[in-house]
């Protein structure tokens, strides 16, 4: 089972960029679709953005299009989440996790396997 490491965490003022970093380590073909997830407190974990390895499709929750971009290093395994325009509202822990399956048919519902997460706190 593939393992993930999410960082790139911290505290940023609003209006301000971070990337996240995904890295995936064991088996490549043991998933298609990356996604990125958050989870405020008290909250759900929700979607925030998706990329299949098989066709590079993207998906966006609407609160976050056009501020993140989702992208991969199929090299390194990773997959990246630059967020730009960052507001209080995306303070959350961001997870990321996979599925066997591409976005199209995985996300967000079949997306599991996930990692410990890495905290975003957009604050002045």
């Known amino acids: 089972q593939v393992q993930l490491a999410e960082s790139g965490g911290g505290l940023v003022q609003p209006g301000g960029s971070l990337r996240l970093s995904c890295a995936a380590s064991?088996?490549?073909?043991?998933?298609?679709?990356i996604g990125w997830f958050r989870q405020a407190p008290g909250k759900d974990r929700v979607g925030v953005s998706c990329?299949?390895?098989?066709?590079?499709?993207?998906y966006y929750a609407r609160s976050v299009e056009g501020r993140f971009t989702i992208s991969r290093d199929s090299a390194e395994n990773t997959v990246y989440l630059q967020m730009n325009s960052l507001r209080p509202e995306d303070s959350a822990v961001y997870y990321c996790?996979?599925?066997?399956?591409?976005?199209?048919?995985?996300?967000?519902?079949?997306?599991?396997?996930w990692g410990k997460g890495t905290l975003v706190t957009v604050s002045s």
């Open positions: 990329i299949s390895k098989s066709d590079g499709s993207t």
């Open positions: 996790g996979t599925a066997f399956l591409p976005c199209a048919y995985s996300y967000p519902l079949g997306i599991g396997n």
């Open positions: 064991g088996f490549s073909s043991d998933y298609d679709a």
